[in-house]
């Protein structure tokens, strides 16, 4: 399935040290054909990391995109009554995400975008990065992989020995993730090596 024309949401939360594949991925997404908005939690908008500057990465976007993110739950609120998106992505999608995701909370412009893209029954692909996926998480992640419409980049531990609860995506999964997940298809196997 060619991305040409296809109109997808490209959602930040917090992982900061993840942003580096992240803005890899939303490149080859725009390169494809896409059109892409993007939308910023509160953390990616507020919080500087030693990754990067909040504003650095929002000015970024927009230079990738050629459109000024989401940054509020009212501008998120639009997504769904306009059937705005085909597909959308959280990316990283933090272990905070995914809880209140799997629980129904829509506190942030990332979530409000969410509910209201699924709504459509349109398909939302989760590209995780979790400290504590397989510990306190493991639950909400279990309940989103059976919920109709959600896709799952194919995620593994990122490091078995220091941090035995941390799950992280494939992020160069990303692209062929979001084409299974047009056709109504999970890639598999999620449970990458």
């Known amino acids: ?10 959602a930040f939360t917090g992982s900061f040290c993840t942003y580096k594949k992240s803005f890899v991925e939303l490149e080859k997404l725009v390169e494809a054909g896409a059109q892409v908005q993007t ?12 990754f990067g500057e909040a504003d650095g990465f ?10 000024k993110p989401f940054r509020t739950i009212k501008e998120s ?9 085909d597909l959308m992505v ?3 999608c933090t272990g905070n995400t995914i809880a209140k995701l799997a629980n129904g909370i829509t506190d942030s412009p990332v979530l409000m975008a969410a509910k209201a893209h699924l709504r459509n029954e349109r398909p939302l692909v989760l590209c995780m990065a979790s400290n504590d996926a397989l510990g306190m998480n493991m639950k909400n992640i279990g309940l989103l992989m059976n919920v109709k419409n959600i896709y799952f980049v194919p995620f593994s531990q990122d490091d078995p020995v220091k941090k035995p609860n941390s799950l ?9 993730t979001v084409k299974f997940a047009l056709a109504g298809k999970q890639l598999q196997p999620v449970l990458a090596v």
Request: aromatic content about 6%; glycine content about 8%.
């Open 1 to 10: 399935m060619e991305l040409i024309g296809k109109n997808i949401g490209v």
């Open 39 to 50: 939308i910023f939690s509160d953390a990616a908008q507020k919080i500087d990391s030693r």
């Open 58 to 67: 929002i000015q970024r976007a927009e230079e990738i995109t050629g459109k």
């Open 77 to 85: 609120e639009t997504v769904g009554p306009s059937a705005m998106f």
């Open 90 to 92: 959280i990316m990283p």
């Open 168 to 176: 992280v995506a494939h992020f160069e999964l990303l692209t062929e």
